[in-house]
């Protein structure tokens, strides 16, 4: 193929190559969610949020729906870090209010009973919903917007499982990992290995690059945290490697602070998500010019809007100019997000 015909390059993926392209590409960690009616119209067709995240076709529209609006550079897949448990047969239910309500894993048994032979069957709408988003891409014009899936990692996805829900501080779990060890690193084996089969799935369903989500990696010691956050993320990230090596790999290891640099070095990843409290500056000179840095806006400041988010996004966006980065934020959207703040930021981004 003539260099004329070539398609151009995707930016993210650019990006996530090593490449430093300005202006950033930018997505957003929730673009996609309770902030945009359209969203929510979708939302109030199905009786709960499973019933959305495995009908492939609500799914793949709410997947695009940001990108439609605001073209951002990169659609995540909508869907939910808990679909691994849900899949490996522990209960879940979404509760207005309450968020995420599972069965408390607390013994053997329970671990035993969970049926990780039973994961792809169940979660292929999920990888039906990938298809289906690749395809609305091309046929909508947006071939130039990459796709990632994700999955959250072992040890953010176990808190959850043992817990029964969410906390503020994940006791019972960090408690299992202290008192019986061995449990626990089965359990994030059971996990780890469920997580890797799903993103390899999402992967070969036409997903472009992955995440993996480890909201609660910051509750731990350095010691735990090398254990139950590192060792378990280059798991997957060595078996991603091996089945599908070209496809680049972001983790978000949220409040892992001084442990930064060696979250990145240990696990492998190609770009790392950077939460709020992070320092660009120090982040820089503490990590590799190769790896890529996504971050790092206060999702409040979206909220906000108007001089304050103008100076928190070029203040991000002068921070990272020069080295290859994803500008996003250091959490997720939360719902109260005007969406017209959005726009004004994509519009901040775009002209830097």
Known sequence: MSESLRP???RLLQVLAGEAVWPPP????RQ???????????RARVRDFIALATTPDLAAEVTLQPIRRYRMDAAILFSDILMVPWALGQGLAFREGEGPVLPPLRDAAGIAALQPDRLIGRLEPVFETVRVARRMLQ??????????GFAGAPFTVACYMVEGGGSRDFAATRLMAFNDPDLFAHLLDIVGAATLAYLSAQITAGAEAVMLFDSWAGL????QFRVH????TRTIVDGLRKAHPRVPVIGFPRLAGT??????EATGV???GLDTGMDLALVRSALPSRVALQGNLDPIALVAGGSALEQEALSVLGAMRGRPCIFNLGHGIVPQTPPGHVGRLVELVRAA
């Open 8 to 10: 151009p390059a995707k």
């Open 26 to 29: 930018v997505w957003l960690m």
């Open 32 to 42: 996609a969610g309770r902030y945009l009616p359209e969203y929510r119209a979708v």
């Open 139 to 148: 046929s909508e014009g947006l071939g130039e917007t990459s796709l990632i």
């Open 220 to 223: 731990l010691s350095a010691s």
């Open 229 to 232: 956050v590192i060792r378990a």
């Open 259 to 264: 442990l930064i640099a060696e979250y990145t």
């Open 270 to 272: 190609d770009a790392v």
